[in-house]
């Protein structure tokens, strides 16, 4: 598992705190993509650099959280997520139905 360290929350959009958290993103955008709320509270599209930021903020993957920010890879990972974002009717049959694990305080 990766994040072995619990150092993410997983929350829907209709949960209270998302709504709390993402205060600042206007009602519409939230709904475009997944987003990265970082320890400080900036707020990250998962199209437009939140895979690069998510591997910098897991201790397991901070590594090539940085390899991926020295390379300037944000952008095609950012594509990679509206590939799958397209296709994310076919795609959700691999992942498993029920809650998603909750951690968030």
Request: hydrophobic share 45%.
């Amino acid at each position: 598992m990766l994040d072995r360290g619990q150092e993410l929350a997983l929350l829907r959009l209709a949960d209270a705190e998302a709504h709390s958290l993402l205060a600042s993103v206007p009602e519409p955008a939230r709904d475009e993509c997944w987003w990265l709320v970082l320890r400080d509270g900036t707020s990250i599209p998962g199209d437009a650099g939140g895979a690069v930021a998510l591997f910098s903020e897991v201790t397991l993957t901070r590594p090539l959280g940085r390899l991926l920010r020295a390379l300037r890879a944000a952008s095609v990972l950012d594509a990679v997520d509206k590939v799958v974002a397209r296709h994310r009717r076919r795609l959700g049959r691999f992942v498993p139905e029920g809650p998603a694990p909750r951690r968030y305080p």
